[in-house]
Nanobody, 115 residues
Framework: QVQLVESGGGLVQPGGSLRLSCAAS????????MGWYRQAPGKQRELVAR????????NYADSVKGRFTISRDNAKNTLYLEMNSMTPEDTAVYYC????????WGQGTQVTVSS
């Protein structure tokens, strides 16, 4: 079965950095577009970034452009999100996702930006 397991969340100060990872199994990882989403308290889940199967094409939410970088290692079936210059507005649960016959989600990892 499809499994997506996020890791790397935590507490970071404003201006700091974090790197999230998502380990995928049960899919042909290299065949699929992958995405990072986030959901802040009281808000809808939103797309943060997406990456094509080969990694050559990416797109980002306007709110994270220039600060976040999505990448993937197809040999390791792992998706990454490098987050820099973080602000309290980046506080959310972060999920990785893949769309097959339906959308699959990981359990999420909490990211809190606070001094």
């Amino acid at each position: 079965q499809v499994q997506l397991v996020e890791s790397g969340g935590g507490l970071v100060q404003p201006g700091g950095s974090l790197r999230l990872s998502c380990a995928a199994s049960g899919i042909i990882f290299s065949d699929n577009t992958m995405g990072w989403y986030r959901q802040a308290p009281g808000k809808q889940r939103e797309l943060v970034a997406r990456i094509s199967p080969g990694g050559g094409n990416t797109n980002y939410a306007d709110s994270v452009k220039g600060r976040f970088t999505i990448s993937r290692d197809n040999a390791k079936n792992t998706l990454y999100l490098e987050m820099n210059s973080m602000t309290p507005e980046d506080t959310a649960v972060y999920y990785c996702s893949v769309r097959l016959s339906r959308d699959y989600w990981g359990q999420g990892t909490q990211v809190t930006v606070s001094s």
